[in-house]
């Protein structure tokens, strides 16, 4: 395999590497919408999520507002339903998984040191289906009956009371299953088979172990989630009853269809996040990270555990006792690999030498928030007490903490480190610092009292509430504002990196140990990454 | 730990005097009134402790070597990069705790899923957005919905402040009754979409699913009237289907019993009839379009 690397890498320099270093990527909207190249379908992956980044933010605003005080003062219940939903597959598969994916485009070739990603015309195509995917689904927002209200689960029947809005729906999630089936695919055979001669499988940096684990729990279950909305499909236009029981059919057992893709789900959209967090905490406490073999083993383990507890999301359908029993136990396992994690990032940061650098600021920001994540799991996976938090306001703090401050801040994390190495420029680190104060503050100002509004009682996915929980409500929404407009200093401060600024140096930085293939080249890097494989030792 | 965030609320309710007014400020699940909602709470705060002191271990450490090993400061980065003991130590331990909370956790569910020698069932159904009660062999059966004054000040616009309604979008024309002290089965299922029935004073939550009986039970110690709403989302009004228990002594509770059958002798006959002619049209077209 690592001969046959050699020899691609040196093909590709011989034959091809001429004809685009005479011309460089098309010029105008053509280099766009042909890429082929990895950077710039990182770059397409990357600002297409920070665009669905700030419309699912707007719907939470919508959201936050109506829920500012008891009363419905703004929208009909009909709509912030539709917001709820719309906001998270917005969120998920528009925001979250597509950075992800963006990250992956650019840094798996420069980490492993190849010369672009395997697959370049289906990496275009993986793309190129999201704007499509999106257009469709935000459309329903404006057809008759209005956009899909019935949760982003999908539960039937209630997702089957939608009217035009909802083969719509269906068809933008094959959609966007589909374009991450083929990132996935992009990503295993870049890793697979591109690696530098020498880098060994662990050898390879954290990020892309953990992409290669997600890739695989993404191949894996994305098709199943295509499988139950088809169903879905069929139920509602063929007479079929896989979920109707007037038909003899068993709405629970969508929701087992479902979640056995919903969790896997979860952690696609945290692991890439351990994974970056995994290449700065070493970089600026400069030291190695810590027990990296328990770190890729928990990873793989965390992986294996996502398919066998799905059901955690549905203790309160009436399962049988030795059923409940079983799906608490697993559940409860994943705390110890996850708490492996969090014991190495710490261990990595003892003893060494820390500055806070902005990444560093959203990595240890990471670590704490996305651990009170982990408690409130752990307290979630005691089926008694589920039963009590199930569908609350703690459960919608319990998967906001999991993911803005850990998915979203590990994103951000990502961005802030490799930034410069994309555009070649070094950003405001007092503008990004700011960026990162309030993020921070309004992060556990907009969720922490979600947790108080659940255990008095506040179920989920309610428009209005009764006054005893206007106080929480109220101090919720102030932190969703604040956090909302904080993001905007986000965006301005990527678009100005791009537009220019201080020229960033190849290992951009100096003061700190980055340690990885990346930082070997220029920044910005040349167009084909690295057109002779190097060594690595 | 809790004082301080009491405090702390407090702080900011001070600062904030249209709602201060009406701060309720909960932090903390209710003990409720049942023996399980006391055993779910009692679980809930060992986790809660048991993940309180973990916190303060791991952030502990976290602190320390942020506060210690400042780059700044002039601190020097050691070399180790990992060791097998410590590895060892903080995966056995864990595992242990876990242990510890999954045998109390399994007890309590145990007797949670103890349905048997329950002294009244009561068959409850979910609609689009509305509960049905029908007190099994009892021949009592209603429907319960959202209150009138609630449902006035719900509407978008309305103009009406809801600190001003009693009980807002938590009361309803006909509460389920129950005795004290009786263990009360309820069977739960749906006419339409998935519902979910919970009344937080009792620990319990469970799915209404159309085609699926399911079941739950509570013995409430304390008569009262306790309140909770549907916990599932099903449809525009879901937050509009509130659930009311009224919990009286055993004496009331028969009295309120005969008086719901005596009222609904006369209407049960004229619901039959209508029934019987009901048939006949059927009957009729039937032949017609024979």
């Known amino acids: ?537 | 730990m809790s004082k301080i965030l009491k405090y702390a609320a407090g702080g900011i309710a001070a600062c904030l005097p249209v709602t201060a007014a009406f701060a309720a400020w909960q932090l903390n699940m209710t003990k409720g009134v049942t023996e399980l909602s006391r055993d779910i709470h009692g679980l809930h705060m060992l986790v809660f402790w048991i993940c309180v002191i973990i916190a303060m271990a791991v952030f502990g450490m976290m602190i320390y070597s942020i506060v210690k090993f400042r780059h700044s400061q002039g601190a020097v980065a050691a070399n180790f990069d990992h060791s097998t003991k410590a590895e060892v130590i903080w995966t056995i331990i864990p595992i242990a705790i876990l242990v510890g909370m999954a045998v109390p956790a399994a007890e309590t569910l145990i007797k949670i899923e103890d349905m048997r020698d329950s002294q009244l069932s009561i068959k409850v159904t979910g609609y689009q957005w509305k509960w049905h009660y029908e007190y099994l062999d009892k021949n009592v059966a209603f429907f319960s919905t959202l209150a009138r004054d609630s449902d006035a000040a719900r509407q978008l616009g309305s103009g009406i402040d809801p600190f001003k309604v009693p009980n807002y979008l938590l009361e309803v024309d006909h509460p389920l009754v129950v005795p004290v002290g009786a263990k009360v089965r309820i069977l739960l299922t749906a006419s339409d979409v998935i519902h979910a029935w919970w009344v937080p004073a009792f620990g319990m939550k469970k799915d209404a699913i159309p085609g699926f009986v399911n079941e739950l039970w509570f013995r409430a110690d304390e008569p009262g009237t306790y309140r909770g709403q549907c916990a599932e989302l099903c449809g525009r009004d879901h937050g509009f289907m509130p659930i009311v228990v009224v919990v009286k002594p055993q004496a009331e509770y028969d009295a309120w019993l005969k008086s719901q059958q005596d009222a609904a002798k006369p209407a049960a006959a004229t619901a039959a009839t209508l029934d019987v002619n009901k048939n006949d049209e059927a009957a009729t077209l039937l032949a017609r379009a024979e």
């Open chain 1, 1 to 537: 395999m690592r001969t046959s690397t050699i020899n691609h890498a040196g093909h590709g320099h011989d034959s091809h590497a001429a004809d685009h270093d005479d011309h460089g990527p098309a010029k105008g909207w053509r280099r766009w919408v042909y890429a082929t190249n990895h950077k710039d379908i990182g770059t397409m992956y990357l600002l297409f999520s920070l665009l669905m980044f700030f419309i699912g933010g707007s719907m939470a605003m919508v959201i936050r507002a109506e829920l500012f005080q008891p009363g419905l003062q703004l929208v009909d219940p009909g709509f912030f339903n539709t917001m709820t939903t719309m906001h998270a597959l917005i969120m998920i598969f528009g925001a979250v998984m597509p950075a992800f994916v963006g990250l992956a485009n650019w840094m798996v070739p420069l980490q492993v040191g190849a010369p672009d990603m395997a697959l370049p015309r289906m990496n275009n195509f993986s793309f190129w289906i999201l704007p499509f995917a999106f257009t469709m689904l935000l459309s329903t927002l404006f057809v008759p009956g209005g956009g899909p209200s019935g949760g982003w689960t999908m539960y039937p029947p209630l997702v089957l009371q939608n009217g035009t809005s909802f083969p719509m729906l269906i068809f933008a999630v094959h959609l966007m299953g589909a374009s991450s089936i083929m990132g996935a695919i992009n990503v295993v055979v870049t890793i697979m088979n591109m690696r530098a001669p020498g880098m060994s499988l662990l050898k390879m940096p954290l990020f892309v172990w953990t992409w290669l684990i997600t890739a695989y729990l993404l191949v894996a279950v994305m098709p199943v989630l295509a499988g139950a909305v088809t169903m879905l499909l069929t139920d509602h236009y063929f007479h079929t009853s896989f979920f109707q029981a007037a038909g003899g059919g068993d709405p629970v057992m969508f929701q087992h269809i479902f979640w056995f893709f919903g969790h896997p789900e979860v952690y696609i959209m945290i692991l890439p996040a351990f994974g970056i967090v995994s290449e700065i905490i070493p970089t600026f406490s400069r030291k190695p990270l810590f027990g990296y073999d328990a770190m890729v083993y928990a990873t793989a383990s965390i992986a294996f555990l996502s398919f066998i507890v799905w059901a955690h999301h549905m203790f309160t359908v009436g399962m049988p006792l030795a059923g409940q029993l079983f799906f608490m136990l697993a559940t409860m396992l994943i705390s110890v690999p996850t708490g492996v994690k969090v014991f190495n990032w710490t261990a990595t940061m003892f003893k060494g030498s820390l500055s806070f650098e902005p990444p560093m600021l959203f990595a240890l920001s990471f670590l704490f928030l996305f651990t009170i994540g982990g408690f409130s799991g752990l307290m979630l996976a005691m089926v008694p007490a589920d039963f009590q938090y199930h569908d609350t306001y703690f459960v919608v703090a319990h998967f906001h903490y999991v993911l803005v401050p850990g998915a979203v801040f590990g994103i951000m994390a990502g961005v802030y480190y490799w930034l410069p190495k994309w555009t070649g420029h070094m950003y405001s680190m007092k503008l990004a610092n700011w960026h990162f104060w309030m993020s921070t503050i309004f992060v556990n100002v907009l969720f922490f009292p979600q947790h108080f509004l659940g255990l008095a009682g506040m179920p989920r996915r309610i428009p209005d509430y009764s006054t005893q929980f206007a106080d929480w409500n109220m101090i919720s929404s102030i932190g969703a504002f604040g956090f909302g407009l904080s993001q905007l200093l986000f965006a301005y401060i990527i678009l100005s990196s791009i537009r220019g600024g201080v020229k960033a140096t190849d290992k951009v930085w100096d003061g700190a140990t980055p340690h990885g293939l990346e930082w070997t080249l220029s920044s910005p890097p040349p167009y084909h990454s690295f057109e002779i494989a190097p060594d690595v030792k």
